[in-house]
């Protein structure tokens, strides 16, 4: 329950901004010039925030749309992300937001319009090339949507341009905005999942996978597309035989052949983040597992182990899958 | 371990008597009061911005205070109309004078009502909607300097408004409205010290390390490996802590560092990994 918001003094009157703080009239409201006076300050601790994270309103300038990196294409040529809101409410011990912000405050860019307004320019400046939006990196694009009506407000955008593709990256639930409109081709809803074993040591405050897979198949059944991220792809005893039980409770029910994709990806996040986490959390069994840094600067795990749970995952999943629908995420 | 900060002795007497603290001799500038047994401390900083910031700097250095420490500002303020006697937690501090400001990180809930604060550089006399004070932005802005901003907190309470003139102002009241507010002080600080508690584990979590860097020459980048594997190691063997015998024994044939740090490497690869 969020009982803090602090909202920039310049959208204070914006309708969207107003919407939000009327779904929490008790929160004490506190006005400042810009969100990175409260998001990106020194001293912060990111775990002790995490008790009671505050809602941040503010309005993003500029760089609404970024270039997303080619490792993490399914498929499209022109690869995008955007962000909307930054930070998740899921405290996932792997995510790499812990390293990347110094705040585990909710963010949220209020100026949709101007997100809407850079996506149709990529759009237009694509020409015939295929091009894919990705709305879930620094957020889970719907684990806020009742209080974001993010579905409601992007999802039109999308409509009008079919030849746009959009993923929503998420672990929720949160799944009635999308029932209840009419499903489209060119939006694919991605569910991430570890093995319940590890899902319920490192995916604090998620969604249980079975409820995850509930939600795919009820999605699926509503006609939307439907895409299984199985990244990061976690280590610990007993590993493989988890992930082969995990592929065969999710391949049980929903319908392969009406799957739009299946990514993995290994652990690895950048050694600076890395350094942080396992400083916010030296207790961590997870950061203490047997790692180490790549040439590109990432930390992951050891190579024959990396390797072997790779091989292990994509041998696993692929006798469920067509080959066409696997796309391998190698940015270590 | 707490600090508690207070401008004057009236305001801190309360707080001395009710923690049962003991004014420290030789503490040099400032008069600073500490029960070992509680781990908490009280420093009497006079009046003023410029004090308030000093005597943060002179705690932290005679207690050589580290990120995991709570630090709370306990004061009275003015306010336009809040009633004489209340207890509010701060959200926003703004020093007047050079015009900064800074956001208080609560991650606790409170009943306490949350309003912002001015600090002024002489006494003020123009109530307004928040409250004003003289020390507030000195001891924050000298406390994040080095703690930990969701351990630190400022709590005022009113002591004069628009009706209630601070000519009425006197240590009997001050040290009056202390001692009516020192359950709810007591409430703010008994959610901020488990908070304190849990990071300074935290931090401990490579003990063990002075044990075995005393009787063995391990260079600085060696001492940095050592506390990164003895972390690791203590978290996979969780059922053997550090610093008992068992690690000691299995060290006891290492006489070099590198020794040392090889066996540790040999151990952790052998150490099964189960994330619960």
Avoid at chain 2, 175 to 198: F, G, M
Wanted: hydrophobic share 40%; charged share 25%; net charge neutral.
């Amino acid at each position: 329950m969020i009982d803090q918001i602090y909202i920039e003094e310049a959208i204070v009157e914006h309708p969207r901004a107003r919407a939000i703080m009327q779904r929490y009239p008790g929160a004490v409201v506190t006005e400042c010039e810009r969100y990175t006076e409260i998001f990106n300050r020194k001293a912060q601790n990111f775990r002790l925030q995490k008790i009671n994270p505050a809602l941040i309103l503010a309005k993003k300038f500029g760089n609404h749309v970024l270039p997303s990196p080619a490792e993490y294409a399914i498929g499209g040529k022109q690869n995008y992300y955007f962000s909307h809101m930054l930070n998740c409410i899921y405290d996932c011990r792997y995510c790499f937001l812990q390293g990347m912000y110094r705040s585990a405050h909710y963010v949220i860019f209020v100026n949709y319009d101007d997100f809407i307004e850079a996506i149709i320019e990529k759009i237009k400046a694509a020409g015939d090339d295929s091009i894919h939006f990705f709305s879930g990196y620094d957020c889970d694009s719907l684990a806020l949507d009742p209080v974001t009506d993010f579905v409601k407000e992007f999802l039109p955008v999308f409509r009008q341009y079919p030849q746009a593709l959009l993923e929503l990256r998420t672990k929720s639930t949160q799944i009635r905005s999308l029932l209840a409109a009419e499903p489209m081709p060119n939006c694919i809803v991605a569910y991430s999942f570890t093995p319940e074993e590890i899902a319920g040591a490192l995916e604090h405050k998620a969604p249980p996978v079975g409820k995850r897979i509930t939600a795919l198949r009820q999605l699926q059944a509503r006609g939307w597309q439907i895409g299984l991220r199985f990244d990061p792809l976690i280590y610990q005893e007993g590993a493989q035989s988890q992930y082969e039980a995990l592929f065969a409770q999710i391949f049980e029910q929903i319908d392969a052949q009406m799957l739009h994709s299946v990514s993995i990806g290994s652990f690895r996040l950048p050694k600076s983040f890395y350094q942080s986490l396992s400083r916010l959390y030296p207790e961590e069994v997870l950061f203490a597992s047997p790692l180490d840094e790549t040439s590109k600067g990432m930390i992951t795990y050891r190579e024959t182990l990396r390797d072997e749970l790779w091989s292990f995952c994509k041998n696993a999943l692929l006798p469920y899958i067509p080959e066409d629908k696997f796309f391998p995420c190698e940015s270590a | 371990m707490l600090h508690i900060i207070c401008a004057l002795k009236p305001e801190a007497q309360p707080l001395i008597d009710y923690y049962r603290l003991q004014l420290q001799p030789k503490a040099g500038a400032f008069q600073i009061y500490h029960r070992p047994e509680t781990d908490s401390a009280l420093t009497i900083s006079g009046m003023g911005k410029s004090a308030a910031g000093a005597a943060v700097n002179a705690t932290r250095d005679y207690f050589n205070s580290g990120k995991s420490d709570a630090w709370i500002n306990v004061g009275t303020a003015g306010h336009a109309s809040l009633p004489i006697g209340q207890a509010v937690i701060t959200k926003k501090i703004t020093d007047a004078g050079a015009g900064q400001t800074w956001f208080p990180s609560r991650v606790f809930t409170t009943a306490l009502p949350v309003h912002e604060l001015l600090t002024l550089d002489k006494p003020g006399r123009e109530y307004r909607t928040e409250l004003f004070d003289m020390e507030g932005a000195g001891f924050f802005q000298a406390v994040t300097k080095f703690a930990t901003l969701e351990l630190v907190q400022v709590i005022k309470i009113i002591s004069d408004n628009a009706s209630q003139s601070m000519d009425e102002i006197n240590p009997d009241l001050l040290s009056r409205l202390i001692t009516k507010n020192l359950p709810v002080i007591d409430e703010v600080i008994q959610q901020l010290l488990p908070l304190s508690k849990k990071q300074q584990q935290l931090e401990r979590l490579a003990e063990g390390f002075d044990r075995i860097v005393q009787s063995r020459h391990f260079t600085a980048s060696q001492r940095h490996q050592l506390k990164t594997l003895l972390r690791k190691w203590n978290v996979l063997y969780r059922r053997e802590p550090l610093g008992q015998a068992p690690l000691e024994k299995r060290l006891a044939r290492q006489n070099s560092a590198t020794q040392v740090l090889e066996h540790l490497r040999d151990e952790l690869d052998k150490a099964p990994v189960n994330l619960r």
